[in-house]
């Protein structure tokens, strides 16, 4: 459910909270909240507001988070995914804008947020706490679609079967500084230089059976991209 409100300055997206009860997630945070929302609003606005920078508001029950956000430039121009199909293997250019960076208003804290119409991914820190946002699904798959679940930093229980958005970013940051600690005697010389890397993520049928269609592993690979690139921000 999605309640939408827009004037010239702004524009107010409001989700359902819906009570939800589960085991799996009982193991992965130790508190959490369940949303439904209508995510193709939010993209749409998102994408307005690179050519008519105008903030958004996102309130979820007890949470009013008012930001304004820009693309983060993960994805450059030549931007392309291959997908091996029964046909061979497709290629799909695309120059949508799904990741963004910004900030929230109130506080000053930094957003990450990819977007796509039935997607959203990421954080936004308010005040002394980092609260993430993502689908359900992955983490219950027996959750319906346009279903999001929001926790806070704090609540999340680290083990290796948690697989949420704050342990998939800290697997993939580790993943990078142990890249960095093999080639550091190459990048010694220029190590607070700033760099543009080509990247390439290869993703297998495990992952498209999870998150269940091509788009919804490339909005997840963006996404967690996304979330990673912040911490090379300086």
Same mark, same amino acid.
């Given at each position: %459910? %999605?309640?939408?409100?827009?004037?010239? +300055?702004?524009?107010?997206?409001?989700?359902? #909270?819906?009570?939800?009860?589960?085991?799996? @997630?009982?193991?992965?945070?130790?508190?959490?909240?369940?949303?439904?929302?209508? &995510?193709?609003?939010?993209?749409?606005?998102?994408?307005?507001?690179?050519?008519?920078?105008?903030?958004? +508001?996102?309130? %979820?029950?007890?949470?009013?988070?008012?930001?304004?956000?820009?693309?983060? /430039?993960?994805?450059?121009?030549?931007?392309?995914?291959?997908?091996? +199909?029964?046909?061979?293997?497709?290629?799909?250019?695309?120059?949508?804008? #799904?990741?963004?960076?910004?900030?929230?208003?109130?506080?000053?804290?930094? *957003? /990450?947020? +990819? %977007?796509?119409?039935?997607?959203?991914?990421?954080?936004? /820190?308010?005040?002394?706490?980092?609260?993430?946002?993502?689908?359900?699904?992955?983490?219950?798959?027996? &959750?319906?679609?346009?279903?999001?679940?929001?926790?806070?930093?704090?609540?999340?229980?680290?083990?290796?079967?948690?697989?949420?958005?704050?342990?998939?970013?800290?697997?993939?940051?580790?993943?990078?500084?142990?890249?960095?600690?093999?080639?550091?005697?190459?990048?010694?010389?220029?190590?607070?230089?700033?760099?543009?890397?080509?990247?390439?993520?290869?993703?297998?049928? @495990?992952?498209?059976?999870?998150?269940?269609?091509?788009?919804? *592993?490339?909005?997840?690979?963006?996404?967690?991209?996304?979330?990673?690139?912040?911490?090379?921000?300086?």
């Amino acid at each position: %459910l %999605l309640v939408f409100s827009g004037s010239l +300055t702004a524009q107010t997206f409001s989700g359902q #909270k819906v009570p939800y009860a589960s085991l799996s @997630l009982q193991k992965k945070f130790t508190s959490w909240e369940v949303f439904s929302i209508d &995510a193709a609003p939010v993209h749409e606005a998102a994408k307005s507001a690179m050519t008519n920078p105008s903030p958004i +508001t996102l309130n %979820l029950d007890g949470h009013h988070w008012t930001m304004y956000l820009s693309p983060s /430039r993960v994805t450059a121009s030549n931007y392309k995914v291959q997908a091996l +199909t029964s046909d061979g293997i497709q290629v799909v250019y695309s120059n949508e804008q #799904k990741a963004f960076q910004g900030y929230d208003m109130q506080g000053g804290g930094t *957003v /990450r947020l +990819t %977007l796509d119409d039935d997607f959203i991914y990421g954080f936004i /820190r308010q005040n002394s706490e980092t609260w993430y946002i993502e689908p359900l699904s992955p983490l219950d798959p027996s &959750a319906p679609p346009g279903l999001y679940i929001v926790y806070p930093q704090s609540s999340v229980i680290k083990t290796d079967d948690n697989k949420c958005a704050l342990m998939i970013g800290e697997q993939e940051m580790q993943q990078l500084e142990d890249q960095y600690d093999n080639d550091g005697d190459d990048l010694t010389a220029d190590a607070s230089a700033c760099y543009e890397i080509d990247l390439a993520i290869a993703s297998d049928y @495990l992952m498209f059976d999870k998150y269940g269609s091509v788009t919804a *592993v490339e909005n997840h690979n963006i996404g967690v991209i996304n979330n990673v690139q912040d911490n090379y921000i300086g």
